[in-house]
Nanobody, 120 residues
């Protein structure tokens, strides 16, 4: 069974920093793309950042210059460094991965989420 587990969320004041981690476990052939999404109460889940197997990155306009996504393929781990946090960053953050369990079988997996709360 493939699982993604997030950690690193918490309460921080505006202007502070947090580092989120996502560890994949189980029978994994390869991980193509890894990303972070977030969902605030009453709002739809939105893309925060993603990174491809080749290292290309994409960021939401709202976090450009403040957040940095990275990955370690050997450790099957993804990270999101969040700096200069704002109250509007408050949300549950979810790790996402597009992966293969075999050469032919591919699917999308989500973590359970970790709460990030930024106070003013």
């Amino acid at each position: 069974q493939v699982q993604l587990v997030e950690s690193g969320g918490g309460l921080v004041q505006a202007g502070g920093s947090l580092r989120l981690s996502c560890v994949a476990s189980g029978s994994i052939f390869s991980i193509d793309g890894m990303g972070w999404y977030r969902q605030a109460p009453g709002k739809e889940r939105e893309l925060v950042a993603l990174i491809t197997s080749g290292g290309s990155t994409v960021y939401a306009d709202s976090v450009k210059g403040r957040f940095t996504i990275s990955r370690d393929n050997a450790k099957k781990t993804g990270n999101l460094q969040m700096n200069s946090l704002k109250p509007e960053d408050t949300a549950v953050y979810y790790c996402n991965a597009h992966l293969h369990t075999t050469y032919a079988d591919t699917y999308i997996t989500w973590g359970q989420g970790t709460q990030v709360t930024v106070s003013s």
